[in-house]
């Protein structure tokens, strides 16, 4: 049809689409916000102008798309060529038997039991990233992001490849993730700027970025290989856990090509995670003294472990409710292979489907005061009531987050210290507002003052 209706859900205008392109290029999630105002939880619309899409923050449908048919969609073309094309095809975009393979394989590290050792293995950098932490904020105001960077990236780079990482090569890193991200958002949101990438050479310029990435990461591979690993080291999955199929582990480029993906999946959601956690917190404090209080009853003055981080239900609710209120994946994408249907709606083959966490997260059929920051909307009778995939930091079905266990276990860690040695505050009243591009950020510097507290 000449609107560009798609299915029998309410309809975003394609003309209305294409002058919304660069407004979705600044803000997505601001125009998904006034469709979704407009027309209901469920809307179709072209992404970008172009490319047809089912957007949905209701649970009923993301749970169908994710969990009830999962075999009829595939993660879309963002995830299987653009992505594919920075980070290679390992688990976090391929499909099918190759896709169960090796997230089967993967998934041995990411195991309670697993965490429970790899924690202590982290003390030492942990500890190191604090003493950091602490100069730098005696020096004034803290750009809380650019830290929580440093966090991320250090506890995963040894909890992948059990060495601690130098700064300025983790900084790199963290600088190349950073600029490859927005160069893939750029080509999402634009499509038909592709062609012009590629002749160009920008998407060449990146590839040299992603080269240098995996250089250093193959470096410390080896380095690790030839210093002879530890017993419970992550890379010995990578590099010595036989198939169940053939019996071999994977090849050296494979176990690189894992590491990397398993690096940027965790180290960009927890970042932007942790930094909306602490400007929560200082915009709340009085839930800065309900942890520490919980974390004194519990854990007194005793080494944090993975048992009693997790008995912290009080803390674990209000980074729950962090995650809901900014969740890092503010949407998931799909391609749905045949027609189907899912509460009277179509969806055509070939049609992109977004389970739109921000927009679920918000739905107010699910959640009330939905703005409100109110971690007591966790307590496990209220959860209980609610439907399962009205809350999806992690994703759902399948392919939930393979390093949920972990990213709560550091998430956990980094707060339970904060708030056991500092008072913070931010040093304006402005409220922080959203950067939606791959991942849900603060649009400024969030700028905090750390006081260590007697
Ligand atoms: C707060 C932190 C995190 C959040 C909010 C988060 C969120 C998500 C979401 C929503 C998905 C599903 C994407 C989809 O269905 O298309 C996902 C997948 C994934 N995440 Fe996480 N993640 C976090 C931390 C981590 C960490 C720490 C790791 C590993 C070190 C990790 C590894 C992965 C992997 C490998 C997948 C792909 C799984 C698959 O396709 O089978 N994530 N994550």
Redesign the pocket.
Known sequence: MFDGRISNAPHVHRGRAVLDARGMLRNCVEVFERYRARLGPTFTVHFGGLIPAVVTADPVVAKHV?RGNQDNYE?SFI?AERMVEFQGA????IHGEA?KR??KL?AQG?KPNYLAKLLPMQQDVFEELMLDFDRVAQHGPVNVRQQMVQF?LRL?GK??YGRSMPTAELERIGAIIHEIQNFVHRQIVQPWMIPWYRFSGESEKYQALRREGDAIALRHIRARLSEGLAENDFLRILTETPYHDTGLPMDEPMAMLESL???V???V??T???TWILYLLARHPKYIHEIRDEVAAVIGANAMDYRNLHQLEGTVRVIDEA?RLY???WM???IALKDDEVGGIRIPAGAMVI?Y?YGTHRNPAHWQNVEAFDPGRFEARRSKERHPFAY?????????????N???M??LMIVVAFVRKYDFALTTDEPVGINPSMMLRPNRVVSMKFRAIA
């Open positions: 994710l993660k995830q390992g688990v976090v975009n896709w090796q997230r993967l990411f991320t995963t909890a992948l993906q398993l690096l999946a965790g180290n959601t927890s932007n995670a942790l995650l969740p890092p994946f998931i994408d799909r389970p966490i999806l930091p992690f994703g759902g079905g399948p392919r939930t987050c393979l390093g949920a972990m990213a709560i550091q998430m």
